[in-house]
């Protein structure tokens, strides 16, 4: 027989107000198997815990149920105690008399009813509660960060300065991200590069860091301590050890038409290169596509002239093997391409321009050396308009949310414009100014009021050609609606910030979940902001959402703290609520049939097929395991087995069966 | 001879003999016949649905009802404006059973839902195969593909092309051996049914999309919408007005066009009946630039589909 006490909270008036609590322990303290049965004003306060740990050892009880609050309030609370007087901490549940009960029902009659209804079935569960231990697991003290933008640069040097090691792996031939390729900075206007290089420098000399650049992850297995990852190191073609970074390669190579990334299209490149000249590391690589050699099996201009005899034209992508502890995700966002404005124009006419491109006519290091000429003929536009909202919140063009940079953006685009050219005209399309943020809004009226720009609150409606100018027409929604039209010399779109590029594979991989726009999902939108719903990988900046810098380099150190607070422990500690597939004895071994129809359906990745050996090592069956490790304590694989093999602890059937039997 | 239903509204019977009679006559060569819908009725353009919604849905639903008693699953629709109508009504009644039954009670017939309407655009792509290979005399000349409003909006509903740079007839007509010009007012605003009160604005906007259509270098505007196509055509007095100009470009219907390139005579496709005489001007000796602008996009991929569509698809 049970040996159960039952504490009764009146969570000061919110349970007593409409609930007889010293009614419902007198009532309780007769059901079978209770032994001791009591009410008190603050369950949770010390005197009350000192309560039931004195009933614990004067009763010898063996199962706690404390009638109050949600679990999730005081769950841990009361396990604790029940813990510290001995008992494992699995035999104590709560059940929900204040949300599930005081506070939704009347003071009446059926309230009190209902409360002893509430505490007889988790009597009832207790009856078959088993002792549970927490699971430990041990932690590889290394971080891996995806992606070289600002938000991996922040992430990874916070977390390498705590003293773990770091891992960072980056797409692009060089880490700096967007950021690398922006002109200033708003509010203050300062030098995007001058900000950012050196921390680029410190994360190639940081002795914690290892940096792999021109890599992408090819998979990843395990769970939060211990994931496994295979990284994709693509072929450079060159000896990163023996290359200096001179450049004498990249001054030679012939084939030097090539679009430049880093300057998103407005300049040329060579087949041999460096993104840009304070790239981290400064070593080319080769573009394969593009190269004279790899295309026509001649020319090898760059070996002859490698002073250091770095150029490896045979070199293979190679595949490294690293153990990770936590993963951060910082791989960025990009600008919405051309073709979704066939009415701007966007692609058909040269002087019609995403921001980042004007970030690159704008930039002392850019194309045109940071003087305002335009890309179709090279004169100084006299006219500029910017597009806000260009395919941000649009519904008919798929994307109902907001960028959030571009507002700020735009207000610095065309304060550099009049800035560089004194006697211009600039205008800015726009549907609402949102500028919240430390000077933010200071900076929008500096732009309207010191810089003279034109702000028109409208959509543009089309944008075509006429007599060597751009038309841009639209609407002024302030003036009645009245039609605009503007003949300018160049037009800067703010177009939409949208999910990277191979967003949406790399979260199926890693098993995170996204939004419809493959921005990756956040655990809880306030209150866990940095994690994702897979334990030990963490998000920094506009992976998960457009944002500005400000805002990434704080979310960087938000998920770089908490990767450091994994590392704190040698172990790592997790509640033992998982599933499990039960074991018998022989000759059954196990009542699962090894119909595996389980492994598909976990979310997790959890559970594999398991051959089971008799002693003289013939597989005598085959059923399912669980990792608890991996395991979430979902209890998909408990609703889908068909023979009951699998079982959640804590929450077994048997437990549920009893609490509905009390009903 | 594959059988498919006709809806040709009042504008085919009307102002626009030539669209009906050149569809007609292509039809037939493209092994299509005409059903057309019995007793058919008006399709509520413009005044029915500024008037009484409940009406500008039981007109079409009308005609819907009456088309699924031909045993076919499709109904061509030349008209843009009947189109419009026809579509609006076919998608309404799908997504509010609430609605379908009040029509239902309204129009006094069962309707099932089970005939698409298409626009002449949407009918003569998926059957380009059928009249690709008829092509004897090719129709090589420069021509500005004019869309209007209606054929294309809203994507919601039309799920048709991209609305604000529609390409279908564009790649029709080259089917036929014509050049189709890249210029910009593919979709603009013609003045519609203001052809009637402010034949004044109509010319005003109506001469931009005539007079950019020229500045490129196109021989022949082809359209697809009567609408379009009387505003372009019989309004030229108040265009020219418009514009000071003596614009003589000939307007005509992608029909006439196939038309044309199957060899039929001007007789046959109704062109003595347009008001702009259809004589095609001699080729621009100096072509207008017409490629797409290379450097700042070059690297950008081939153009998919407009959002919109694969949204709602």
Known sequence: MSRIGVFVCHCGTNISATVDCPGVAETLSHVPGVVHSVDYKYMCSDPGQTMIKDAIKEHKLDGVVVSACSPHMHEPTFRRACAEAGLNPYLCEMANLREHCSWVHDKEEATTVKAIDLVRKMVEKVKKNQPLYSIKVPVTKTALVLGGGIAGIQAALDIA??????????????????????????????????ILTPRMVEVAQHPNITLHTYSELESLEGFIGNFKVKIRKKARCVDEKLCTGCGLCSQKCPTKKNLSEFNEGLGYRPAIYSPFPQAVPNKPVIDKTQCTFFLKGKCKVCEKVCP????????????????????????????LQPDFFPEYGYGKYKDVIQGLQFERLASASGPTSGEMKRPSDGKEPETVVFVACAGSRDEAKGLPYCSKICCMYTAKHAMLYKHKVHHGNAYVFYMDIRSGGKMYDEFVRRAIEEDGVKYIRGRVSTIYEED??????????????????????????????????????????????????????????KLRPVETNTA?????????????????????????????????????????????????????????????????????????????????????????????????????????????????????????FAELMAL | ????????????????????????????????????????????????????????????????????????????????????????AHHDLAESAETRDRIIEIIGMPYQGTVKPLNILEFLERHADSFKDKVSKPFEKDVACYYGCLLVRPPKITKFDRPEDPRTMDNLVELTGATALDWDFKVECCGASHSISKTDLVGKLSSKIVGNAVKKG????????????????????????????????????????????????????????????????????????VKPAVAAAAAAPAPAAQSEQTEEA
């Open chain 1, 161 to 194: 300065n705590a003293g773990h090691k770091v891992v960072m792996v980056e797409r692009d031939p060089s880490i700096g991200g967007h950021m690398s390729q922006l002109s200033e900075t708003f509010p203050t206007l300062d030098c995007s590069q001058c």
């Open chain 1, 308 to 335: 250091t005899k770095a150029i490896r034209y045979d070199q293979e992508d190679q595949i490294l093997d690293i153990d990770i502890g936590a993963i951060v995700l910082a791989t960025g966002f990009k600008v």
């Open chain 1, 468 to 525: 060597g100018k751009l038309i841009v027409k639209g609407a002024d929604t302030l003036l009645g609606h009245q039609t605009v039209e503007i003949k300018a010399d160049m037009v800067v779109l703010a177009s939409a910030a949208v999910a990277n590029d191979g967003a949406e594979e790399l979260a199926q991989k890693l098993h995170v979940s996204y939004d419809p726009y493959h921005f990756f999902a956040e655990a809880h939108p």
């Open chain 1, 536 to 656: 030990g990988i963490f998000l920094a900046g506009a992976c998960q959402a457009p944002r500005d810098i400000p805002e990434t380099v704080s979310q960087a150190s938000g998920a770089a703290s908490k990767v450091a607070a994994l590392f704190s422990q040698s172990e790592l500690t997790r509640e033992p609520i998982i599933a499990v597939v039960n074991r018998t004895a022989p000759p059954l071994h196990s009542t699962c049939t090894g119909c595996a129809l389980c492994v598909p359906a976990c979310p997790y990745q959890a559970i594999e097929m398991e051959d089971i050996k008799n002693r003289d090592g013939k597989v005598v069956k085959r059923a399912a395991k669980i990792n608890p490790g991996l395991c979430q304590g979902c209890g998909t694989c408990v609703a889908l087995c068909r023979v009951k093999a699998i079982d959640l602890q804590g929450f077994s059937n048997e437990q549920i």
């Open chain 2, 1 to 88: 001879m594959t059988k498919i239903a006709y809806y040709p509204g009042c504008s085919l019977l009307g102002s626009s003999r030539e669209y009906d009679e050149s569809l007609r006559a292509i039809a037939g060569p493209m092994g299509f016949e005409l059903l057309q819908v019995p007793d058919w009725n008006c399709c509520g353009a413009s005044s029915a649905h500024s008037l009484n919604h409940e009406l500008s849905l039981a007109l079409p639903a009308r005609i819907l009802a009456l088309s699924e008693t031909l045993g076919v699953d499709e109904m061509l629709v030349p008209c843009a404006a009947c189109y419009s109508r026809l579509v609006t």
């Open chain 2, 218 to 289: 196109a021989q022949a505007i082809v359209v697809a919408c009567p609408m379009c196509h009387s505003n372009l055509d019989m309004r030229r007095t108040f265009i020219n007005r418009a514009a000071g100009r003596n614009y003589t470009i000939p307007v005509i219907y992608i029909t006439q066009a196939i038309g044309l390139a199957m060899g039929l005579s001007e007789k046959a496709l109704g062109f003595p009946r347009h008001i702009v005489k259809v004589k095609f001007p001699e080729k621009a000796k100096v072509k207008a630039e």
